[in-house]
């Protein structure tokens, strides 16, 4: 059972978010009047409907705690009732102890003269009727005797066997002399002189107690009162359909009376009390609220020590809540009527207040078809009137961009015919380099050969600038051309040393970013060295951050540090005009720093400002560029990934 409802459970969790998702693009697809009327809706209803059950529940708190307030007066009221009959009740027996005549007779071990008997009954007997008598609150006085050898004295005198077959008889010696209070259904006639008895279904409440004399049990004590006379208002018969009073004794068990249509004639109910009573005496406390038959009640109680019993008050609830429930109904009916009224209002408002902004909608529409109007003549001020005005600036530079497009096509188709004559005079180069190359193997001249060779590929890598992008590898293969060309000027050739795992041969570089370095270490690296061994090593390297370190160091005479920190700060400066005093790049004396900036500004402004270069030297040792870039791959066709 516990899986069929976690499978609901998550079912409906998956469904909760599509018809949320649903509700918001329905809303979505409304227009702007239609979701303004809704908003208005939703902040009326939602707030009322919150505040609403918020002062009806404290309606509902304060009408339950005024009921128990109530209720827990009318129980101290009865239980003062009570004590006084208790007090009354332990008074009789206590008279009835003190009469040392009547002691001494139940005591006795043989059978007294005719005249001492009637001595008790003229004396002792006579003050116990009347202490009956001047309480006729009490309904029975009786002394039962441990003493076979007695006569019984009606209606006051008992031997004790009449009593010994009660289920309570046995727990007075437990008690050790205390008093033992019970209560009753019936209180039926122990002389069984009549078949029956009105008294017999009358509920009653019994005090016994065990007569000692010295150490000797000599009898019992009973003082008897119906509960009608015990408790008054419990059983006082007054019809209420809205509450009862009842007692409970020590064992939990419910005494009420039957007639009352409230819960003697609800056997349900009575069942109910009886178990919220006995949760009550396990929380210790005096009041709860429950529910029988989806009608709610309240149970009062409060003790009475001296009969070990508690009085109780069951009130319902129902009348009030259906009360409060229907004041409640009615005010939400007004509200919801209140807020359609509204509503109306707010649509029509809304229609007259929108006019503008749906003429502006249909300017829009125009617009998204092709149809671009000169402007929108609308008046007024607020948001609206300045939405317009900014529309029809946004049409006077549409029609202005339309007026460049068609000068850019222009000179477009002007550049795309001057690039198709410099693709000719090209290939006529390409041709005769070609020629004049295989002369040169004709007559055995290699190195003119290979130079020739190298300074083709630096050519066609030049003109074919199909894009802004290239491979390392293609950057890479151009400068082993270049440096193979530029070999030939030198007696002692410069060594190009590369540290390129080959997984990043692939990566993505701009096109001529290596290349003006490596132009300028060969042309200032060594400047003024006579004999040196000329070594450039390119190293290439991925951080933890993914991105893509590229390392050009030349071992020439390096850069002194004050020239050094104001080539880095030319390179950096945001503002062309603060680098116009720039230097061209190198280890030498000459001015450097142009190519080394444009490499810079061009990684930044294709790859972001948190990319570039920087520049580090140590004067007599090297110079060293350290490029930063963005991992990304350069596939087939030109494919960025």
Same mark, same amino acid.
């Given at each position: 059972? @516990?899986?069929?409802?976690?499978?609901?459970?998550?079912?409906?969790?998956?469904?909760?978010?599509?018809?949320?998702?649903?509700?918001?693009?329905?809303?979505?697809?409304?227009?702007?009047?239609?979701?303004?009327?809704?908003?208005?809706?939703?902040?009326?209803?939602?707030?009322?409907?919150?505040?609403?059950?918020?002062?009806?529940?404290?309606?509902?708190?304060?009408?339950?705690?005024?009921?128990?307030? =109530?209720?827990?007066?009318?129980?101290?009221? /009865?239980?003062?009732?009570?004590?006084?009959? $208790?007090?009354?009740?332990?008074?009789? +027996?206590?008279?009835?102890?003190?009469?040392?005549?009547?002691? /001494?007779?139940?005591?006795?071990?043989?059978?007294?003269?005719?005249?001492?008997?009637?001595?008790?009954?003229?004396?002792?007997?006579?003050?116990?009727?009347?202490?009956?008598?001047?309480?006729?609150?009490?309904?029975?006085?009786?002394?039962?005797?441990?003493?076979?050898?007695?006569?019984?004295?009606?209606?006051?005198?008992?031997?004790?066997?009449?009593?010994?077959?009660?289920?309570?008889?046995?727990?007075?010696?437990?008690?050790?002399?205390?008093?033992?209070?019970?209560?009753?259904?019936?209180?039926?006639?122990?002389?069984?002189?009549?078949?029956?008895?009105?008294?017999?279904?009358?509920?009653?409440?019994?005090?016994?107690?065990?007569?000692?004399?010295?150490?000797?049990? !000599?009898?019992?004590?009973?003082?008897?009162?119906?509960?009608?006379?015990?408790?008054?208002?419990?059983?006082?018969?007054?019809?209420?359909?809205?509450? =009862?009073?009842?007692?409970?004794?020590?064992?939990?068990?419910?005494?009420?009376?039957?007639?009352?249509?409230?819960?003697?004639?609800?056997?349900?109910?009575?069942?109910?009390?009886?178990?919220?009573?006995?949760?009550?005496?396990?929380?210790?406390?005096?009041?709860?609220?429950?529910? #029988?038959?989806?009608?709610?009640?309240?149970?009062?109680?409060?003790?009475?020590?001296? +009969?070990?019993?508690?009085?109780?008050?069951?009130?319902?609830?129902?009348? +009030?809540?259906?009360?409060?429930?229907?004041?409640?109904?009615?005010?939400?009916?007004? @509200?919801? $009527?209140? !807020?359609?009224?509204?509503?109306?209002?707010?649509?029509?408002?809304?229609?007259?207040?929108?006019?503008?902004?749906?003429?502006?909608?249909?300017?829009?529409?125009?617009?998204?078809?092709?149809? #671009?109007?000169?402007?929108?003549?609308?008046?007024?001020?607020?948001?609206?009137?300045?939405?317009?005005?900014?529309?029809?600036?946004? !049409?006077?530079?549409?029609?202005?961009?339309?007026?460049?497009?068609?000068?850019?096509?222009?000179?477009?188709?002007?550049?795309?015919?001057?690039?198709?004559?410099?693709?000719?005079?090209?290939?006529?180069?390409? @041709?005769?380099?070609?020629?004049?190359?295989?002369?040169?193997?004709?007559?055995?001249?290699?190195?003119?050969?290979?130079?020739?060779?190298?300074?083709?590929?630096?050519?066609?890598?030049?003109?074919?600038?199909?894009?802004?992008?290239?491979?390392?590898?293609?950057?890479?293969?151009?400068?082993? @051309?270049?440096?193979?060309?530029?070999?030939?000027?030198?007696?002692?050739?410069?060594?190009?040393?590369?540290?390129?795992?080959?997984?990043?041969?692939?990566?993505?570089?701009?096109?001529?970013?290596?290349?003006?370095?490596?132009?300028?270490?060969?042309?200032?690296?060594?400047?003024?060295?006579?004999?040196?061994?000329?070594?450039?090593?390119?190293?290439?390297?991925?951080?933890?951050?993914?991105?893509?370190?590229?390392?050009?160091?030349?071992?020439?005479?390096?850069?002194?540090?004050?020239?050094?920190?104001?080539?880095?700060?030319?390179?950096?400066?945001?503002?062309?005009?603060?680098?116009?005093?720039?230097?061209?790049?190198?280890?030498?004396?000459?001015?450097?720093?142009?190519?080394?900036?444009?490499?810079?500004?061009?990684?930044?402004?294709?790859?972001?400002?948190?990319?570039?270069?920087?520049?580090?030297?140590?004067?007599?040792?090297?110079?060293?560029? #350290?490029?930063?870039?963005?991992?990304?791959?350069?596939?087939?066709?030109?494919?960025?990934?």
């Amino acid at each position: 059972m @516990n899986d069929i409802r976690s499978g609901s459970e998550k079912i409906m969790g998956r469904k909760f978010p599509s018809y949320l998702q649903s509700i918001t693009h329905w809303l979505g697809r409304r227009s702007m009047q239609s979701r303004l009327v809704a908003a208005y809706i939703i902040i009326l209803l939602i707030p009322s409907i919150v505040v609403s059950n918020y002062l009806f529940g404290q309606i509902r708190d304060s009408y339950t705690n005024d009921t128990i307030k =109530q209720g827990q007066y009318l129980l101290e009221m /009865e239980k003062v009732n009570i004590l006084n009959q $208790i007090e009354a009740m332990e008074l009789a +027996a206590q008279l009835t102890i003190s009469e040392s005549e009547i002691l /001494e007779y139940i005591s006795t071990r043989e059978e007294p003269p005719i005249e001492e008997l009637l001595d008790l009954n003229r004396g002792p007997l006579t003050d116990m009727i009347n202490i009956q008598t001047n309480n006729p609150n009490i309904a029975h006085l009786r002394l039962f005797a441990n003493n076979e050898h007695i006569s019984e004295i009606w209606p006051i005198i008992f031997h004790e066997r009449r009593i010994q077959s009660e289920p309570w008889f046995a727990k007075l010696d437990q008690l050790d002399g205390k008093e033992l209070w019970m209560f009753k259904d019936k209180d039926p006639d122990i002389l069984r002189r009549y078949v029956t008895d009105v008294n017999d279904q009358m509920p009653k409440v019994s005090l016994v107690r065990i007569i000692h004399a010295g150490s000797k049990r !000599i009898g019992v004590i009973q003082v008897e009162m119906l509960l009608k006379q015990f408790s008054p208002k419990a059983f006082a018969n007054i019809k209420d359909e809205g509450s =009862q009073m009842m007692l409970a004794d020590s064992s939990g068990a419910i005494y009420l009376d039957d007639n009352q249509p409230f819960a003697g004639r609800n056997p349900e109910l009575r069942q109910a009390i009886e178990n919220e009573f006995a949760e009550m005496n396990e929380q210790g406390i005096n009041e709860k609220r429950f529910v #029988v038959n989806k009608h709610p009640y309240l149970l009062v109680s409060t003790p009475i020590e001296q +009969a070990d019993a508690h009085i109780l008050n069951v009130v319902s609830l129902q009348t +009030a809540h259906e009360r409060i429930s229907g004041a409640e109904k009615q005010i939400i009916a007004a @509200n919801l $009527i209140l !807020i359609g009224l509204l509503s109306i209002i707010t649509y029509m408002l809304n229609s007259f207040i929108l006019k503008n902004l749906r003429r502006l909608t249909e300017a829009m529409k125009k617009v998204r078809k092709g149809e #671009v109007p000169t402007g929108l003549p609308l008046g007024g001020g607020g948001e609206i009137g300045e939405l317009a005005h900014h529309f029809n600036k946004l !049409i006077h530079t549409i029609n202005e961009l339309i007026a460049q497009g068609v000068k850019k096509q222009a000179l477009t188709k002007e550049a795309e015919l001057r690039t198709l004559h410099s693709q000719i005079d090209s290939h006529f180069l390409y @041709n005769t380099l070609e020629n004049i190359k295989m002369l040169a193997e004709m007559e055995n001249q290699r190195t003119i050969s290979d130079s020739l060779t190298s300074l083709g590929g630096m050519m066609r890598y030049n003109f074919k600038w199909s894009g802004e992008y290239v491979s390392l590898r293609d950057e890479i293969r151009h400068i082993q @051309n270049y440096i193979a060309v530029m070999n030939i000027r030198f007696d002692e050739p410069i060594e190009l040393e590369l540290h390129i795992p080959p997984k990043l041969m692939e990566i993505e570089v701009l096109k001529m970013s290596l290349q003006p370095i490596i132009e300028n270490a060969v042309k200032h690296a060594w400047l003024g060295v006579e004999e040196s061994k000329s070594a450039i090593l390119i190293h290439a390297s991925e951080n933890e951050r993914a991105e893509i370190i590229i390392t050009l160091r030349d071992n020439g005479i390096g850069i002194q540090a004050q020239r050094l920190e104001r080539l880095n700060e030319m390179i950096h400066a945001e503002n062309r005009a603060n680098s116009s005093r720039g230097e061209e790049v190198g280890s030498g004396k000459q001015a450097f720093g142009i190519g080394l900036r444009n490499v810079h500004q061009r990684i930044r402004l294709y790859y972001g400002k948190q990319y570039g270069l920087h520049v580090y030297s140590s004067e007599g040792q090297f110079t060293e560029v #350290v490029i930063t870039l963005p991992k990304v791959l350069l596939m087939g066709g030109g494919v960025r990934i």
